[in-house]
């Protein structure tokens, strides 16, 4: 396939609703970042978008793509942590036929791909010292070599990189070079974790379960009680850990109003032991109050709670195993236990596998 072929493949791959007013965020943070980069879009400087994993550093990238003159050229995007450190220079950078063994025929990077366009290198923290040095390179001089090939290409691409690790920790370490860290800093995105931006919260609840309860063909919503627990949790996976919660919510959950309990399903077990059994315990100590004498409600108060609980994490085991298709340890790993305290639970409540 011609380059002009695979340019074309990337720019339809380029997905048009990625601008800024249809990424959800009306909190002062976002409202900010989105007005800085509106500003800042036009222009070829480089972007470094920082934040947490799962706040949307992709999105970013593609609205500035969007909204930036190269918006008809290819948006191309590469995760440096995720391609083995031999394998990412010829990514980046492509390879000659029989520049390496598997080399069997020459193949453009992906900065010869964007050429015209936009690249998005995400986990840039986690790039080699070697890369390093090549990466610095085509930032000052916009040309490169294929690895195994001594011509020089040029190439026009606008640069935006994202990472959620500490650069300027890394460059004090001598981890990450200094000077490259200043080519990608020109202009810094500090993305704001998911919990820091509570007036978003219902909004993405929404909006994603919307989406699923579309794409399921089913109708359910959210009981006061259930949202005010929703927007509590802490949600550390960002917007990744919500997306996936509410599809994990409308393929699980019955039709119609979804209470509390049912987040048992849906929640770490870490945050069901410490939040959810709390407010159950203390709804249970009213009920309690209002209809035992005081004599017997302590003794029954903590029978109910601890066979409630019992109960609780015996469901969330078998969840987290339909979920994982049986792997105990993928299982553990999701509810925050160890491989050993997994089984001993599985045997503990008679658990089939």
């Not at 990337?10 to 249809?22: A, I």
């Not at 950078?93 to 990077?109: I, L, N, S, Y």
């Not at 070079?177 to 704001?192: G, K, Q, S």
């Not at 959950?253 to 309990?261: A, N, Y």
Request: one cysteine or more.
């Amino acid at each position: 396939e011609t380059l002009q072929e695979l340019k074309s493949y990337y720019k339809d791959e380029m997905l048009s609703e990625y601008k800024f007013e249809n990424i959800i965020g009306k909190s002062s943070a976002m409202q900010q970042i989105f007005s800085m980069l509106e500003t800042v879009a036009p222009s070829n400087a480089t972007i470094l978008v920082r934040g947490e994993t799962g706040t949307g550093q992709e999105l970013i990238a593609a609205a500035v793509h969007n909204i930036s003159p190269r918006n008809n050229g290819p948006f191309i995007k590469l995760n440096c942590a995720a391609i083995s450190e031999t394998l990412l220079e010829s990514e980046l950078f492509g390879h000659e036929k029989g520049a390496f063994t598997d080399a069997k025929e020459m193949r453009k990077g992906r900065f010869e791909l964007a050429d015209g366009g936009t690249l998005f290198l995400d986990e840039i923290g986690d790039i080699t010292p070697a890369l390093q040095v090549k990466l610095l390179r085509i930032l000052q001089e916009q040309e490169f070599e294929r690895v195994g090939g001594s011509k020089t290409i040029k190439t026009n691409v606008r640069l935006v990189a994202a990472t959620n690790r500490n650069l300027e920790a890394m460059v004090k370490k001598g981890e990450f070079r200094e000077d490259l860290f200043y080519r990608l800093n020109v202009i810094p995105v500090n993305l704001p974790p998911l919990r820091e931006r509570y007036e978003d919260i219902q909004l993405l609840i929404k909006h994603y379960l919307k989406k699923y309860m579309r794409e399921h063909h089913k109708n359910m919503h959210f009981s006061k009680a259930t949202m005010e627990t929703l927007l509590e949790y802490p949600w550390p996976g960002n917007i990744r850990e919500l997306q996936n919660t509410m599809e994990r919510t409308v393929l699980i959950c019955p039709e119609g109003e979804l209470q509390p309990e049912m987040l048992n399903h849906i929640l770490p077990f870490n945050y069901q032991k410490m939040h959810i059994t709390q407010e159950k315990t203390q709804v249970t100590q009213s009920e309690i109050q209002e209809n035992s004498t005081p004599a017997t409600s302590g003794n029954l108060s903590a029978s109910l709670t601890k066979g409630s609980l019992q109960e609780m994490e015996k469901e969330a085991i078998i969840n987290a195993l339909v979920q994982n298709r049986g792997i105990q340890t993928k299982a553990a790993r999701q509810l925050g236990m160890t491989a050993r305290q997994i089984g001993y639970k599985i045997k503990k409540y008679d658990i089939e596998i």
